[in-house]
């Protein structure tokens, strides 16, 4: 029962131009989300999160975006750069228990 | 120290033997949690500390898998009698509160089971 799911696997945009990264979510306890970015061979680094208080929250070229009765968060890079190309991963944290449980991940390429 | 270090990179364990991972958090954080990712993608969640105590074990195969955050020693996940299926990659994140201020990861150790 996946409760974070990240439909698209991959996506490919060119350089300057925006990426949108989406995920949904289905447990309506989950009141707080993070993006992660990873690299091959490295582990996940944070990106930018939001709490389920807000329905925007911007740092430099990253934008998420929540829509609670949606159930659904949206990761917006732009420009997109090339070294944006990584797997991003969704994840929120079980209330209670604090493990991250992760979408699938979403693989970016960013073409120059 | 300012990341979570992981060792080993890489470990080959023939099938049945044991294997040990080790992580050292960040100073000062309060949690350690322990990921393993099989096909590339899906993180599954093993167990947690809240300093040296677990705080959730929910996801670890407790037949095999044991773990534990010592003071003052690195934090360990041991797999006895280590099964094919075992081969991932095993993350260990840390953070100062729980996880709704942002975990930060090692970078991984690769188990390969043969």
């Known amino acids: 029962d996946q409760q974070v799911k990240q439909n698209s696997p991959s996506l490919s945009v060119q350089e300057g131009r925006i990426s949108i990264l989406n995920c949904d979510y289905t447990?309506?306890?989950?009141?707080?989300f993070l993006w992660y970015k990873k690299y091959p061979a490295e582990g996940p680094t944070f990106l930018i999160s939001i709490s389920s208080i807000k329905d925007k929250n911007e740092d430099g070229r990253f934008t998420v975006f929540l829509n609670k009765s949606a159930k659904h968060l949206s990761l917006h890079i732009v420009p997109s750069q090339p070294g944006d190309s990584a797997v991003y991963f969704c994840a929120a944290p079980q209330g209670g228990s604090e493990k991250l449980v992760f979408g699938k991940g979403m693989k970016l390429t960013v073409n120059p | 120290g300012e990341e979570v270090a992981q060792t080993p990179k890489h470990l080959v364990r023939g099938e049945g033997q044991k294997a040990k991972l080790y992580c050292a958090p960040i100073?000062?954080?309060?949690?350690v949690f322990w990921y393993q990712q099989v096909l590339k993608n899906e993180f599954k969640f093993l167990i947690s500390f809240q300093n040296e105590n677990v705080f959730d074990e929910t996801g670890m195969p407790k037949e095999r898998f044991s773990a534990k955050c010592l003071p003052n020693s690195p934090c360990s996940l041991e797999i006895q009698a280590t099964k094919l299926e075992d081969s991932a990659v095993y993350f260990c994140a840390s953070s100062q509160w729980g996880p709704n201020t942002e975990a930060f990861f090692g970078q991984g150790t690769r188990l390969t089971v043969v």
């Open positions: 447990n309506s306890m989950f009141d707080y």
């Open positions: 100073k000062g954080h309060s949690y």
